[in-house]
């Protein structure tokens, strides 16, 4: 009887657990979806499907009415609250293809340069709070393929006018000040990461790519300095290559990092939560012996010489925050 009733216990723990969390797929594959932002109608990122394109149906509340889905930075789909009733929502989730990253002739050089785009962003408290994209092109060592140096060829800067700067309220800042170019890091030699005990490893397999999620826990423990505290700092990164690759530099198609803090002052009655996105998508690899010259990336102007956003193929989240935010973001001045 007592075994019967632990068993009984430990079902209806799994299915409120499962009843909580909701997959989204995609509706031309049936493969999970990640990477799936959901907007409630007053803007904010409530939920970011994981690479099993699941989320927790607890982030999502009633009041918000109508959520906005975003996938590969392209709006896919707005549902109401209770379309999420259902365990599993497919989603149109891609209008174009894949860009082909374009590999210039190999030749022996020192240098090998990965160009391609990109787009970052801030949330504090789940709502925008900063954002720029741009073109950029990373220097590795053709040798050891470490990256070496990269240059900002073009960037647009926005930012919310309504930030303040109050010492004591956190919840007021402008935290632009973490908006960074994206990183590259962890490229190489992603199948070395399986085995780390500090790291979650998952990977998904398609006929379009080959995705990886490594999420690590950095801090869970509280931290306190002049009178602020932080705590559970978490990142999660994804990264994704050609379908059965060797996964190297040359197959790289996405790189996608959020970065997850609790800030606050003391005074504060509860933690703020800031949420950073860096995202980078290769266009075309190739190699010389000469480095070029960097660009500063100042996040307080723009610098560009073309409407390098209005090209099809780039990751514009711009449109998708200002219909949210209207006269509230604010582009920065262009330096050229």
């Known amino acids: 009887m007592r075994k019967s009733l632990i068993l009984l216990f430990l079902a209806f723990i799994l299915n409120l657990f499962h009843a909580q969390t909701i997959t989204f797929i995609s509706e031309k594959t049936n493969k999970p979806l990640p990477k799936v932002s959901v907007f409630a109608k007053d803007g904010s990122i409530v939920a970011f499907s994981d690479i099993d394109g699941k989320i927790n149906?607890?982030?999502?509340?009633?009041?918000?009415?109508?959520?906005?889905?975003?996938?590969?930075?392209?709006?896919?789909?707005?549902?109401?609250?209770?379309?999420?009733?259902?365990e599993v929502i497919k989603i149109n989730d891609r209008i174009k293809d894949i860009e082909t990253v374009v590999i210039k002739k190999e030749k022996p050089a020192k240098y090998l340069f990965v160009k391609g785009n990109f787009n970052t962003y801030v949330t504090l408290n789940n709502k925008l709070n900063s954002y720029a994209d741009g073109i950029v092109t990373y220097i590795f060592d053709n040798k050891t393929k470490k990256l070496k140096s990269m240059q900002v060829e073009q960037y647009r800067i926005f930012r919310l006018e309504n930030a303040e700067m109050d010492r004591k309220k956190l919840s007021s800042w402008d935290y632009g000040m973490f908006l960074k170019v994206p990183r590259l890091k962890n490229i190489e030699n992603i199948d070395g990461y399986r085995t780390k005990k500090d790291i979650i490893f998952k990977e998904l397999k398609s006929d379009k790519k080959d995705q990886i999620e490594l999420t690590e826990i950095t801090n869970d423990e509280e931290m306190g300095?002049?009178?602020?505290?932080?705590?559970?700092?978490?990142?999660?990164?994804?990264?994704?290559?050609?379908?059965?690759?060797?996964?190297?530099?040359?197959?790289?198609?996405?790189?996608?990092?959020?970065?997850?803090?609790?800030?606050?002052?003391?005074?504060?009655?509860?933690?703020n939560d800031i949420a950073i996105y860096n995202n980078f998508y290769p266009i075309d690899i190739d190699f010389g012996n000469e480095k070029m010259e960097k660009m500063q990336f100042d996040i307080n102007s723009s610098q560009y010489t073309s409407?390098?956003?209005?090209?099809?193929?780039?990751?514009?989240?711009?449109?998708?925050?200002?219909?949210?935010?209207k006269e509230d973001l604010k582009e920065k001045p262009n330096a050229k």
Request: hydrophobic share 35%.
């Open 225 to 271: 300095f002049l009178g602020y505290r932080i705590s559970d700092a978490k990142n999660i990164l994804n990264i994704s290559y050609v379908p059965n690759s060797r996964k190297e530099l040359r197959d790289l198609l996405e790189y996608n990092l959020i970065r997850f803090i609790k800030l606050k002052h003391k005074s504060e009655p509860q933690y």
């Open 307 to 325: 409407k390098y956003w209005e090209n099809p193929a780039f990751p514009n989240m711009q449109p998708v925050f200002s219909s949210f935010f």
């Open 57 to 86: 149906k607890q982030s999502l509340k009633p009041k918000q009415e109508k959520f906005q889905l975003v996938c590969d930075n392209i709006p896919v789909a707005t549902l109401a609250y209770s379309d999420f009733n259902q």
